[in-house]
């Protein structure tokens, strides 16, 4: 991953920000040389949030029964 000063960054942010667009690689920017900031390129997920969450419920006994009695009073 490359560095980039602060400083550097401010200056020339646009062709920063393009030039990480177009290749993909990540930029660390520093602040007095130390890593403060990571820029990198988002990469969108094409599946649907149902799809995520497929598989992810391990145990389903009652699903209409209320947690305790007193729950629909409290509803």
Do not use: C
Request: charged share 35%; glycine share 4%.
């Amino acid at each position: 991953m490359e560095k980039i000063s602060k400083t550097e960054f401010k200056a020339h942010a646009l062709a920063v920000l393009r030039e990480i667009e177009q290749s993909g690689q990540s930029k660390i920017i520093t602040d007095r040389g130390k890593p403060t900031l990571e820029i990198k390129k988002l990469r969108q997920r094409e599946t649907e949030p149902l799809a995520l969450l497929k598989g992810t419920v391990i145990k389903y006994d009652a699903p209409t029964s209320p947690v305790t009695d007193d729950d629909w009073e409290n509803a």
